[in-house]
């Protein structure tokens, strides 16, 4: 298996254009995490979907920020507009939750997507 | 809100050491707790990961403790090699399936 595939690996844009990161989980698992971390906050929970329905997006920042996931496949994570404060690491992980809940099911993690908003 | 501190924040050891990783959390309501390693540049990978109602796994030289009920729990790395060094984050997993990590230990071991 392929693992966690995320893309693109780095992204250097300007403040206030559109960025557009992607992922893909590893095939036949049906939760998909997206994770920011930073120096200054560590490893931080922005969303995550199960069965491609988003359950808890608590941790998104702002209206800015926006995901989605249209199949079991692929999923993006939008920032528009961005801003010098979005630089970070972006992770996105998938995990395989069965029916009795997250008691045992780690999470895989993909390279992640190294932003840097000038 | 869960918390989750890990001490200490770096460790610099020698070769051939054995060591103890420290993680405690804030409130005991949690599924599992994960040991997880992260390479520079890298992504995370799961070491090990205990159940609630567990005490403790074992991976190779790598054992984790759990005592929920005081929220703390160890990473034990035995034989220390320099392939150990990297930064390793405990995580907790709440209701709801969403992991809380702690902010890392940074192990190097030196040859």
């Known amino acids: 298996d392929a693992g966690v595939i995320q893309s693109p690996r780095h992204e250097v844009t300007e403040m206030g254009q559109e960025v557009t990161l992607r992922c893909k989980p590893i095939?036949?698992?049906?939760?998909l995490f997206w994770y920011r971390q930073t120096m200054m906050r560590g490893l931080e929970l922005l969303i995550y979907?199960?069965?491609?329905?988003?359950?808890?997006d608590s941790g998104m920042p702002e209206d800015r920020f926006s995901a989605k996931m249209p199949n079991a496949s692929f999923s993006t994570l939008k920032i528009q507009p961005s801003e010098p404060r979005d630089s970070a690491v972006y992770f996105c992980?998938?995990?395989?939750?069965?029916?009795?809940?997250?008691?045992?099911?780690?999470?895989?993690f993909g390279p992640g997507t190294r932003l840097l908003v000038l | 809100k869960q918390e989750v501190t890990q001490i200490p924040a770096a460790l610099s050891v020698p070769e051939g050491e054995n060591l103890v990783l420290n993680c405690s959390f804030t409130?005991?309501?949690?599924?599992?707790l994960q040991w997880f390693r992260q390479d520079p540049g890298k992504g995370l990978t799961s070491l090990l990961l205990?159940?609630?109602?567990?005490r403790e796994q074992t991976s190779g030289r790598l054992n984790a403790s759990l005592d929920k009920s005081s929220g703390r729990s160890t990473l034990y790395i035995a034989a220390s090699q320099p392939g150990d060094s990297a930064t390793y984050l405990c995580?907790?997993?709440?209701?709801?399936?969403?992991?809380?990590f702690g902010a890392g230990t940074i192990l190097r071991v030196k040859s």
């Open positions: 992980a998938s995990s395989l939750m069965s029916s009795g809940g997250p008691k045992e099911e780690t999470q895989y």
């Open positions: 095939s036949g698992h049906n939760s």
């Open positions: 979907f199960n069965n491609n329905v988003p359950i808890d």
């Open positions: 409130d005991s309501a949690i599924y599992n």
């Open positions: 205990i159940q609630s109602s567990q």
């Open positions: 995580a907790v997993t709440e209701y709801g399936n969403k992991l809380v």
